[in-house]
Every structure is written in C-alpha cells, then in structure tokens.
C-alpha cells in the first residue's frame, strides 16, 4: 500500500468511530514504517476522531508501528492492545491518553455490509397483501339551522 492508501484507510475506519466517552484533546502522532512509511496523526477533539497525513509536534504521544499492522487495526483484524502485547508497535509518550485512544473501536464498513446481506438472505420474504380498493364516502353537508335576524332600528336626529 502506499502512503496516502494507509492513511486513508485509517482515516476511513474512524471517521465515524464512537469517541463520545473522550472528554479531552489527545493527538497521537502515528510513524508507519515499512511499505507506505510516513507519518499521520490521530486526534480526538470534541469528542469525534480525526486523522491526517501531517506530523503533530505539539502531541501527547508517538507511536512507531508497521503499514501491515496498522491497516490491520484499522480494518479490525487487529486491536492496538493486541498489537503492543505482541511488540509490533512502540509508544512514547502520556500511556493514560493512549490507553483512551486504543479504546476507539475503528468502523469496519465491509463487515457491516457483509453481515446486513447475510441477514437478508437468511430472512423468509413476507407475504405480499393485496390492499383492497378503497370505496369513496361522499360526505353530506351538515344542515343549520338559521338564526333570525335581529332588526335594529335607527335613532331619531336631536
């Protein structure tokens, strides 16, 4: 993969991941190494993730993982945890703002699409119900009853 590849393919995992329980600024800068090497960074603001292909020196952390690995993360093969506890990736930086990044689970849209097409296949088609035709009802109009009039007579001139 290339360099914009990974990054958009990371970009696209957590443009929608669910970071709402993340009440503060973090900015994790992200060194790939191997095919595709650069550098991105993924920032959690407002609540909502954003990636972008640019080195952050204003950062919380630094993490120094392979192009396989984190396309592996991103596309939910892999969870970062898993990848530390292996050694495939390294971390330099505040661990507790990592800790809360590594708990933002990546959107991994050809899974959801994969699962909705097996679940329609699996569904019996429902009968179909043929509506009948609907008759028209005139509606009469309601008769009232006339008021009489009140006769008001004019005043005489002083």
Not at 10 to 15: K, L, N, S
Not at 64 to 90: P, Y
Request: net charge neutral; aromatic share 6%; hydrophobic share 35%.
């Amino acid at each position: 993969m290339t360099y914009e590849e990974i990054v958009q393919c990371v970009r696209t995992a957590y443009e929608n991941a669910d970071a709402r329980e993340i009440y503060e600024h973090i900015a994790i800068q992200v060194n790939v190494t191997g095919e595709g090497e650069g550098a991105f960074y993924i920032e959690v603001a407002g609540r909502a993730v954003c990636v972008e292909p640019y080195d952050y020196y204003d950062r919380d952390g630094l993490m120094t993982i392979s192009s396989d690995t984190i396309v592996e993360i991103a596309k939910g093969e892999l969870t970062f945890e898993q990848a530390l506890e292996k050694g495939l990736l390294r971390l330099e930086g505040n661990m507790d703002k990592f800790r809360k990044v590594a708990k933002i689970k990546p959107e991994v849209p050809h899974k959801k699409r994969a699962a909705k097409a097996e679940t329609k296949k699996a569904e019996p088609k429902k009968a179909e119900v043929k509506a009948e035709p609907k008759t028209e009802v005139k509606a009469e109009p309601k008769k009232t009853e006339a008021k009489p009039e009140a006769k008001v007579k004019p005043k005489a001139a002083p």
